[in-house]
């Protein structure tokens, strides 16, 4: 079936703009994942969501960075009046909250680079 | 979660096999390791995830000694392919999913 897609794959933006970045999970998974990779850096959490729980927020680096999740479908990770230094790639994660192991499946990520 | 500790990058021929080590003295009773592989511009992926002694799956093995402090992918005679960064992760596995701490990997290039 379809893996995780996301859009847009690149952006481009000014300094203060506003950015969403879209996150489609694989259908039926029910934990979808934020993070955010700096170039040439390991991932770093961001959000988590799990069914209809409350998001674990602790990895939002700043009051800037919000994201929403429609039920158990797709996720959209907003960044307000965008930094420099939140240039970097964003990934999104899904998995299924059954499994007796936490295999996360990655789509192919957001290119965000602020001007 | 346990610290990780492995190293930055490695060179291999083709067709050699490529052990990857990584060290978590903290690994707790309830943690599992757990590997993924990330080609440049993409997502990572899961390759193989143990909690003692061996693991072999199409990919990889994942060797895992008794006092679980250590353990090392190996990739048995990659190819050009298997150029990526690898990340080794220790975690607690349980039915609610939490977020992956992934450090900066092992660099892996594989020269023919």
């Known amino acids: 079936g379809a893996g995780v897609s996301q859009s847009p794959s690149n952006k481009v933006t000014e300094k203060g703009k506003d950015v969403e970045l879209r996150c489609d999970p694989i259908?039926?998974?029910?934990?979808l994942y934020w993070y955010r990779q700096r170039l040439g850096q390991g991932l770093e959490f961001l959000i988590y969501?799990?069914?209809?729980?409350?998001?674990?927020k602790s990895g939002l680096p700043s009051d800037r960075f919000s994201a929403e999740r429609t039920g158990e479908s797709v996720s959209t990770l907003t960044i307000q009046r965008t930094q420099q230094e939140d240039s970097a790639v964003y990934l999104c994660?899904?998995?299924?909250?059954?499994?007796?192991?936490?295999?996360?499946?990655f789509g192919p990520g957001t290119r965000l680079t602020v001007l | 979660l346990a610290k990780t500790t492995q190293p930055i990058s490695m060179d291999s021929y083709e067709g050699q096999e490529v052990n990857i080590t990584c060290s978590h003295n903290?690994?707790?009773?309830?943690?599992?390791i757990t590997w993924y592989q990330q080609f440049p511009s993409q997502g990572p992926r899961f390759i193989i995830q143990?909690?003692?002694t061996k693991v072999t799956n199409e990919v990889a093995s994942l060797f895992i000694p008794a006092d679980r402090k250590s353990s090392t992918l190996s990739l048995p005679r990659v190819s050009l392919s298997d150029t990526a960064v690898y990340y080794c992760?220790?975690?607690?596995?349980?039915?609610?999913?939490?977020?992956?701490?992934f450090g900066k990997g092992t660099r892996l290039s594989v020269i023919a």
């Open positions: 994660a899904s998995s299924l909250s059954e499994r007796s192991y936490n295999e996360q499946f």
């Open positions: 259908s039926g998974h029910t934990a």
């Open positions: 969501f799990q069914g209809n729980s409350a998001p674990d």
């Open positions: 903290n690994i707790a009773t309830n943690d599992y």
């Open positions: 143990g909690y003692k």
């Open positions: 992760l220790v975690g607690v596995v349980d039915s609610g999913n939490t977020p992956l701490v």
